[in-house]
């Protein structure tokens, strides 16, 4: 029920370490398929996030690992579905490097409670349908 600060520590044989949380930034990387345009096409988006823990004991006890990757996963679903809702098709490879400081601070409201907090959100590689592309490849020829 105490969680220590990093470096030597003494203490009798009556402790008992439950658990060794890393205070080092993690790097979560999660594709989500599947993905609604505003146009009803479907596409793919690939994020990652780095995020950190801030406080060990509410992450291992009232959270948890397997909990936190699951909540994770749904929360960043949800709000790039909520992004990508708002942009057709045909715009949906500018959402590539566009700036994600609202989905971030939404984020980190959500998760509040689970002793995380989300330093960055990166779209890294936006796909569309084949066909989409072929489309659109023929386009920009004529």
């Known amino acids: 029920q105490?969680?220590?600060s990093p470096?030597?520590?003494y203490f009798g044989l009556y402790y008992s370490v439950?658990?060794?949380v890393s205070k080092q930034l993690i790097i979560f990387d999660t594709p989500t398929k599947d993905v609604r345009t505003k146009d009803n096409t479907t596409v793919s988006i690939d994020i990652m996030m780095v995020f950190e823990v801030t406080d060990a004991y509410t992450f291992i006890y009232k959270v948890g690992p397997e909990r936190?990757?699951?909540k994770l996963r749904a929360q960043q679903a949800e709000c790039l579905r909520q992004m990508?809702?708002?942009v057709e098709v045909a715009n949906i490879q500018d959402l590539y490097g566009e700036s994600t400081q609202h989905i971030l601070d939404d984020l980190n409201t959500r998760l509040a409670?689970?002793?995380v907090k989300i330093h960055h959100f990166t779209i890294k590689n936006v796909s569309i349908p084949q066909q989409q592309s072929d489309d659109n490849e023929e386009k920009t020829l004529y």
């Open 2 to 4: 105490k969680t220590w």
């Open 18 to 20: 439950d658990h060794l």
């Open 113 to 115: 409670d689970a002793g």
């Open 7 to 9: 470096g030597c520590h």
């Open 84 to 86: 990508a809702m708002e």
């Open 68 to 70: 936190l990757d699951d």
